[in-house]
Structure formats: C-alpha cells, structure tokens
T-cell receptor, first 110, second 118 residues
Framework: RKEVEQDPGPFNVPEGATVAFNCTYSNSASQSFFWYRQDCRKEPKLLMSVYSSGNEDGRFTAQLNRASQYISLLIRDSKLSDSATYLCVVNKANTDKLIFGTGTRLQVFP | GAGVSQSPRYKVAKRGQDVALRCDPISGHVSLFWYQQALGQGPEFLTYFQNEAQLDKSGLPSDRFFAERPEGSVSTLKIQRTQQEDSAVYLC????????????????FGPGTRLLVL
C-alpha cells in the first residue's frame, strides 16, 4: 500500500465549478501536510500547507482530519488556469522526507 | 531572485553510460533534496543534505546512485551504469532551514533533468 494515496483522476470540470480532491495517508506519525501543484512538464510548486484547523487561501480550502488520516482540497469557482496536477504531500515524522501522492489531474474546460 | 537551477535539462544516455546531474540551490539554503519522478507518478525521495552532510540516503534505489554536496552549495547526483529503468525526471529542491525544520518549510523545486536511457 502506498503511503499517500490519491485518486489520479482526471477530473474534468467546467469553468466556475467547485471540485474537491481527497487524499489518505498511512503513517499516523506524520506531522506536516501540503498540497503542491504541478503543471505539465514543470516542477511542483507549493500551493498551500494544511493545518488541523483547516485553512483557506482565496478560492482554495484545505482540510486535515488526523483521526481519519485524510486530507482534502476544495477549489471553488474553477478557472481554466487551475488545470494542473495536484499533489498531496506528507512529511514523515522526525525526518525531512516529503512523501508525495501520485497526483490528481484536473482539467477545467470553458 | 534566482531559483533552483538544474543542468542539463535533458540527457539521453546509452545503457551502461555514467551520468552526472547538477543542482544549484537557492543561495543560502541549508537543505537540499533529490527526488525521482517517473511518468505519471509523484516525486519520490532519493536523498537529503544539510549543508555538506548527507543525512538521509535511504531513497537511493541502488549503489549505482551516488550524490554529493562537497561545499554545502552545489550538489551532483551521479548514476553509474545507467539502466532503462533509470529513465525519469530528477528533481532537486532546496529549503532554508536546518534539520527537521526543512520538513516544515517550503521546498523550492528546480525544473528537473529529464533523463532518457536507451
């Protein structure tokens, strides 16, 4: 079983739609959680960190449920420019390793 | 300011050839990471440096893979006797902090080196 699991998609949604991605992780000792965005043939870039209290950045909302070992990302009012792969990332406790999921591909169409 | 840079951007190697991939981290960044990303997969951790010390090399897939950062800045990932399964994008990332702080901080990725082994 992979340490971080995501639905690979693709999710095809129209502009303006709300879309949610989920991710589960297996190591209950994980301490830090992130969503990274990766455009086609580009490097990953940090989208947002994920905190237990939940956090929001504009149209993006991230939630963490430690009891269920579950992380989510909600994108409201999707834009064409949101089309990318969204990587769920977890750090292993007491290490500097980041463990990436396979990514969920989002395609927003006009 | 300048981000993480990697060279070469593309490398085609014949099976059995040795290759060297270079990473220039952001100036002043203490932590440096190497990842391998196969097609359709997320990046997978290879190794980690804090300054010149290699603190974790548990992700290196075999003893054909070797990384160094002798002066605590530029790093080189070397792959000896390349195999077709080594074909992937090799990503380098750096972050500002020291040990375990790196996991709490943003890792900034370079554009990667696309390696194709024929």
């Amino acid at each position: 079983r992979k340490e971080v699991e995501q639905d690979p998609g693709p999710f095809n949604v129209p502009e303006g739609a709300t879309v949610a991605f989920n991710c589960t992780y297996s190591n209950s000792a994980s301490q830090s959680f992130f969503w990274y965005r990766q455009d086609c043939r580009k490097e990953p870039k940090l989208l947002m960190s994920v905190y237990s209290s939940g956090n929001e950045d504009g149209r993006f909302t991230a939630q963490l449920n430690r009891a269920s070992q579950y992380i989510s990302l909600l994108i409201r009012d999707s834009k064409l420019s949101d089309s990318a792969t969204y990587l769920c990332v977890v750090n292993k406790a007491n290490t500097d390793k980041l463990i990436f999921g396979t990514g969920t591909r989002l395609q927003v169409f006009p | 300011g300048a981000g993480v840079s990697q060279s070469p951007r593309y490398k085609v190697a014949k099976r059995g050839q040795d290759v060297a991939l270079r990473c220039d981290p952001i100036s002043g960044h203490v932590s440096l990471f190497w990842y391998q990303q196969a097609l359709g997969q997320g990046p997978e951790f290879l190794t980690y440096f804090q300054n010149e010390a290699q603190l974790d090399k548990s992700g290196l897939p075999s003893d054909r893979f070797f990384a160094e950062r002798p002066e605590g800045s530029v790093s080189t990932l070397k792959i000896q006797r390349t195999q077709q399964e080594d074909s992937a994008v090799y990503l380098c990332a750096s972050s500002l902090g020291g040990r375990w702080a790196g996991a709490q901080e943003t890792q900034y990725f370079g554009p990667g080196t696309r390696l194709l082994v024929l």
